[in-house]
C-alpha cells in the first residue's frame, strides 16, 4: 500500500551545521506531501508542505522540494540550530479521503 | 484561533481495565482523526470521521477499540479491555479543506501507560 520512507536516525549534528532528512514516497495517486515536527512532550506541529511536483515548501529555514521523478520529499537545513532538536516526521496523503500516512520518524539532536 | 483540546493529557491504567479519551476539534472542520503513535513510531490512523459518519476505521482494533462522533463535533475513544501493548500517545487531528488544499491540525496527545 501507500507509504512513506523516511532515514533512520538519530541524527546527531552541530550547531550551524547543514541538514538534510530524506523522504521518500510511494507512487501512487497525486499525494500531498508534508513534514511535522515533534518538539520533547508536545504534539505535531506542521513544518511545511507541498500540493504538487516540483512545489517548494519552506518555514524557519527548512526546505523541501516535491521531486516527482525520483518520489522525494527530503527536508534541508542551512544552518541548524540546538532549538531544532526534534523528531522530524515526513507524511502524504492517501487515498480520496486524503487520510495522513506518517513515515518512522527521524531524532535530530543538535549540539552547542 | 483554539487548536484541538484533548484530554486527558496523561493515563495509566492496569490491563484489562478500560479507559476513555476525549477530544473536541477546531470548529468548523468537518474531518476527525484519531491515531496512535507508540514510542519510536510514527503515528498511525485508529479511525476518520467525516461529521459523524465513520470513514476509514480498517485499522481499529474493533474487538477492543471504539470511537463515536456523536453531532459531528466531539469524539471520543475508548479502548475495553486494555492490554500491554496499546501503550502510546493518541492523537486527535482536525482538518479542512482551502485554497490551499488540505489543513491538518493536531491536538497535543493523550499518553497512556497500561501496566
Known amino acids: 500500500g501507500d507509504s512513506v520512507t523516511q532515514m533512520e536516525g538519530p541524527v546527531t549534528l552541530s550547531e550551524e551545521a547543514f541538514l538534510t532528512i530524506n523522504c521518500t514516497y510511494t507512487?501512487?495517486?497525486?499525494?500531498?506531501l508534508f513534514w511535522y515536527v515533534q518538539y520533547p512532550g508536545e504534539g505535531l506541529q506542521l513544518l511545511l508542505k507541498a500540493t504538487k511536483a516540483d512545489d517548494k515548501g519552506s518555514n524557519k529555514g527548512f526546505e523541501a522540494t516535491y521531486r516527482k521523478e525520483t518520489t522525494s520529499f527530503h527536508l534541508e537545513k542551512g544552518s541548524v540550530q540546538v532549538s531544532d532538536s526534534a523528531v522530524y516526521f515526513c507524511a502524504r496523503t492517501q487515498g480520496g479521503s486524503e487520510k495522513l500516512v506518517f513515515g518512522k520518524g527521524t531524532k535530530l539532536t543538535v549540539n552547542p | 484561533e483554539a487548536g484541538v483540546a484533548q484530554s486527558p493529557r496523561y493515563k495509566i491504567i492496569e490491563k484489562r481495565q478500560s479507559v476513555a479519551f476525549w477530544c473536541n476539534p477546531i470548529s468548523g472542520h468537518a474531518t476527525l482523526y484519531w491515531y496512535q503513535q507508540i514510542l519510536g513510531q510514527g503515528p498511525k490512523l485508529l479511525i476518520q470521521f467525516q461529521n459523524n459518519g465513520v470513514v476509514d476505521d480498517s485499522q481499529l482494533p474493533k474487538d477492543r477499540f471504539s470511537a463515536e462522533r456523536l453531532k459531528g463535533v466531539d469524539s471520543t475513544l475508548k479502548i475495553q479491555p486494555a492490554k500491554l501493548e496499546d501503550s502510546a500517545v493518541y492523537l486527535c487531528?482536525?482538518?479542512?479543506?482551502?485554497?490551499?488544499?488540505?489543513?491538518?491540525?493536531f491536538g497535543s496527545g493523550t499518553r497512556l501507560t497500561v501496566v
Open positions: 507512487a501512487t495517486g497525486y499525494p500531498s
Open positions: 487531528a482536525s482538518s479542512t479543506f482551502s485554497r490551499q488544499g488540505r489543513g491538518y491540525t
